[in-house]
């Protein structure tokens, strides 16, 4: 059976832009997902950052937080947070950054800080973290976002991390920004100037669709190549690691006392 | 000399109101007891300084401790928002909260200059973000030796830093195991560090490449067995994911999550009593 729903396609997707030896900083969530089933599938060399300090982690179970012990556990190294930022970060030496957001616009510029104004927000997201300066010094930057026209915006209520803005450039940043953007519909890319393009679908999904999930006109580019499904190993392996990670975090915790 | 102190002690003695107070811990060892204590003597004015907010901080601004948050990420790791934080940027309640926003690099940054007493941190850094509109605190310096403009924050040197670690010795030496976040820049640019942790012990083994705070960096220390609950310490016990998911129901409504805070906090006499009062709703 091949069947797969769309969080699995693109789990898989932005799976198979990893490279064997890639130096990856993951977030939480789809991108861990993601970077863990490379690590298990054709890339068992990927070196996987996390942001709280745990360097080369081989986790078994996917962490619910950036922090969780499985990390520390299964790391080559733990070293402190601000080495992370300031050491292997800003001094250029990861490769993919993975991001994710509330809002995108066309170039690739994030908003995880606000909706609405900063000074009275309707809604107050988390903020930057370690987003920011991922933007500005990954390599490259994957960003991994469902598509909507909430999220997907022709102006950001907040620019909290920077894609291909106006004078990066001439900026200090050192990365080259998002190279790709994995949504449930299909993939982006910037192209010449930075604005973002509809390069390819997933199987089954029409342009149509991805182009009425975004909320400004979307560039297509003249050739749409289809990702091909899930693969069958590629299933198995994804749903190993959920259920390892759903039965591990079943486990109840007792108080300590 | 190491003050060795019951945390309510330490607390009474040293966290007076409008102090600025770090309680650092990312994601481990997050010092909960010691946040409790401060709710439990009515802390007021309080300027709060942390990464990651967490539910600790959550629960200090719902309760109406803090008048300013220096912080980087607001949100309930892998879970969603910190209701009681975005209810008080939203609306106020239950009193206005100043916002001093910055990346975890930023703030990395001021640990690491407060840390070594210089006056600002400097890095390559809040460049593509609308955050310096916001903060005037960030700001920017011309390198004198390339001429490159790079971004500064002021050095972070808290009132009081609380961390919470797996030992000390009778001396006040302090271990830690695990991830470590920003706790050792944290505890060095403090004007006053306090360590509550889970054992003391006669004598730790030498540290080698481990975190060790010497004694000489150790203010007070407090024996507070499980007083990172429910965030967890590394081969003690486990950071109970159940509870920052119930978490996200208990403070979403400000009278449910009042109410848990009188019944579980306030109305409790330590951390030990805390952490006894759970144990009977689970049961």
Redesign the interface.
């Known amino acids: 059976m091949n069947d797969y729903d769309r969080d699995e396609m693109m789990t898989v997707a932005a799976a198979r832009m990893l490279w064997d030896g890639c130096v990856t900083f993951v977030g939480?969530?789809l991108p861990s997902a993601a970077c863990n089933l490379a690590r298990l599938t054709h890339a068992p060399g990927l070196v996987l950052i996390y942001?709280?300090?745990?360097i080369g982690t081989r986790p078994t179970v996917l962490?619910?937080?950036?922090?969780?012990?499985e990390?520390?556990?299964t790391a080559a190294c733990?070293v402190?947070?601000?080495d992370i930022?300031?050491d292997y970060?800003?001094a250029g030496r990861v490769d993919v950054g993975f991001l994710g957001a509330a809002q995108i616009d066309r170039f690739g510029?994030l908003n995880s800080?606000v909706i609405g104004p900063?000074?009275?927000?309707?809604?107050?997201?988390?903020?930057?973290?370690?987003?920011?300066?991922i933007?500005?010094?990954a390599r490259q930057v994957f960003v991994v976002m469902k598509a909507s026209p909430r999220s997907f915006v022709a102006v950001l209520d907040?620019?909290?991390?920077?894609?291909h803005?106006e004078g990066?450039g001439k900026?200090?940043?050192?990365g080259g920004g998002p190279t790709v953007v994995v949504t449930d519909v299909g993939i982006l890319k910037p192209q010449p100037g930075g604005e973002l393009a509809l390069v390819a679908v997933y199987p089954g999904i029409p342009i149509e669709e991805a182009r009425a999930a975004v909320g400004w006109p979307l560039a297509v580019a003249p050739q749409i190549e289809t990702i091909a499904a899930p693969t069958r190993n590629e299933l198995a392996a994804l749903r190993a690691l959920k259920a390892r990670t759903e039965a591990a975090?079943r486990e109840?915790?007792?108080?300590?006392? | 000399m190491t003050e060795f102190l019951p945390l309510s002690e330490a607390i009474a003695k040293h966290v007076p109101d409008g102090a600025s107070v770090a309680l650092e811990g990312f994601t481990h060892l997050i010092p909960f007891a010691a946040g409790h204590e401060l709710i439990r003597q009515g802390r007021r004015d309080l300027h709060l300084i942390r990464m990651t907010p967490d539910l600790i901080y959550d629960q200090l601004i719902g309760m109406g401790a803090a008048r300013r948050l220096t912080f980087s990420w607001g949100g309930n790791p892998g879970v969603g928002s910190l209701h009681r934080l975005r209810d008080a940027v939203e609306q106020a309640w239950p009193r206005p909260l100043e916002l001093d926003e910055h990346s975890h690099a930023g703030m990395a940054a001021g640990y690491r200059a407060g840390a070594a007493r210089l006056p600002f941190g400097v890095l390559r850094g809040y460049i593509g973000t609308d955050l310096p509109k916001h903060n005037p605190n960030i700001k920017s310096v011309r390198c004198p030796y390339t001429g490159e403009e790079l971004a500064t924050v002021p050095a972070l040197n808290p009132d009081v830093t609380i961390l919470h670690a797996q030992r000390a010795d009778r001396r006040g030496n302090v271990a830690i195991e695990g991830i470590i976040g920003a706790q050792r820049e944290a505890g060095l640019a403090a004007k006053l560090l306090i360590v509550t942790v889970e054992e003391i012990v006669d004598e730790l083994p030498p540290a080698m490449n481990g975190v060790l705070l010497p004694h000489c960096t150790v203010g007070v220390v407090s024996h507070c067995p499980g007083g990172a609950w429910p965030s967890y310490a590394q081969g003690r016990y486990a950071r109970d994911n159940d509870f920052y998911l119930r978490w996200d129901d208990i403070a979403r409504d400000r009278g449910r999550f009042t109410e848990w805070m009188e019944r579980h906090v306030r109305g409790t006499s330590d951390h030990r009593g805390f952490l006894e009062s759970l144990r009977r709703v689970a049961a």
């Open positions: 939480i969530g942001e709280s300090g745990t962490p619910l937080s950036i922090g969780d012990g990390l520390a556990e733990v402190p947070l601000p930022f300031s970060l800003q510029n800080t900063y000074a009275k927000p309707k809604t107050r997201l988390p903020g930057a973290g370690g987003a920011t300066e933007a500005a010094h907040f620019q909290t991390s920077g894609g803005f990066r900026s200090g940043a050192r975090h109840p915790v007792r108080l300590p006392i």
